[in-house]
């Protein structure tokens, strides 16, 4: 079973409700969301998120609860040394894990953090102990963290396989620590994305599939090794739509949430198109600029006569 879908927000009125409700509504068997604001500590109590509502929901519409992936908030960066910054990582993360087994969502996808302290080494062992004091604070018993690979700006951590593999090695409880791979991250790190096999190979040897939870789909705007984290849509980047297809049709990588990431076009949701795209195996060219214009004919005004 192939398993895709996109990061979608959680918003009033209808909060998890209305985002399985979106999900459903551009054909998605997966979905990814925030359990709040990304860059604050705010979060609304469970209790007004209509989390039974869209459960049920989702579950009467065929799917199963296993594939749903929660992203941790940008906020937390648990390489940082500074002490308040510390302890917001430590206590949001232990937060987001008990949120997200209240979805009975089992993976929680987090960047690794920035060595904004410039520790080096040290940083991998710092990072390590934020994830096993959250973990220990946290009720949650079935959520994973799924440590994202990163495109490598600034001081990003978590930018070669051999560093997610330290983290994982260096904690305590490394078998509550999956990996996000995401597309554009490792083409932007140097990976050859499009050698689909000798990068999955690398990352079995490295840290082994079986720690693969989660992808993130995207084109990159950038070439490869440019570490600059610009996502694109699905054949507008670097990668191509061939690549991108290989990716999420590979045996390799079956029963796998891919979650797309790719910008909106205005205020449109490219997803419902890419979706279809990826599934069929036909890439339209030029559907960026199709999607736009038919939607700017159904939202003008209506310049009809009266009748």
């Not at 940082?80 to 087994?101: F, V, W």
């Not at 060595?115 to 062992?125: I, K, Y």
């Not at 994830?131 to 009720?139: G, I, M, P, R, T």
């Not at 795209?277 to 600029?289: A, I, P, V």
Request: charged fraction near 25%; aromatic fraction near 8%; charge should be negative.
């Amino acid at each position: 079973m192939r398993y895709i879908g996109s990061h979608l927000s959680l918003t009033a009125p209808d909060y998890f409700l209305g985002t399985v409700k979106k999900a459903l509504s551009l054909g998605e068997n997966t979905f990814m969301f925030y359990t709040g604001a990304p860059q604050n500590t705010i979060r609304l109590p469970l209790s007004a998120l209509k989390i039974e509502e869209g459960k049920q929901l989702w579950l009467s519409s065929g799917h199963s609860l296993n594939h749903l992936v929660i992203h941790a908030p940008y906020i937390i960066n648990p390489a940082s040394m500074k002490p308040n910054t510390r302890e917001i990582a430590i206590e949001m993360l232990a937060k987001e894990l008990d949120r997200a087994e209240a979805f009975d969502v089992p993976y929680l996808v987090l960047h690794p953090g920035s060595d904004v302290d410039e520790l080096g080494d040290a940083a991998f062992t710092e990072t390590a102990k934020v994830l096993d004091l959250a973990l220990e604070s946290s009720s949650s018993k079935n959520t994973l963290i799924c440590l994202e690979t990163m495109a490598g700006k600034g001081h990003e951590i978590g930018r070669t396989f051999d560093a997610i593999a330290t983290l994982r090695m260096r904690s305590a409880y490394p078998d509550r620590l999956g990996v996000c791979l995401d597309t554009c991250h490792i083409n932007d790190a140097g990976y050859p994305v499009a050698n689909v096999d000798q990068v999955l190979d690398e990352f079995d040897r490295i840290i082994g599939l079986n720690h693969l939870k989660v992808i993130h789909l995207n084109d990159s705007k950038n070439p490869m090794g440019s570490h600059k984290d610009r996502h694109e849509n699905i054949g507008y980047g670097t990668l191509g739509f061939e690549t991108l297809e290989k990716w999420f049709k590979h045996p390799k990588l079956e029963g796998i949430p891919f979650e797309l990431e790719t910008p909106w076009l205005g205020k449109i949701l490219p997803y419902r198109k890419e979706i279809e795209m990826l599934r069929s195996g036909q890439y339209e060219t030029g559907w960026r600029e199709t999607l736009i214009a038919s939607e700017s004919l159904l939202s003008a005004p209506d310049k009809s006569p009266n009748p």
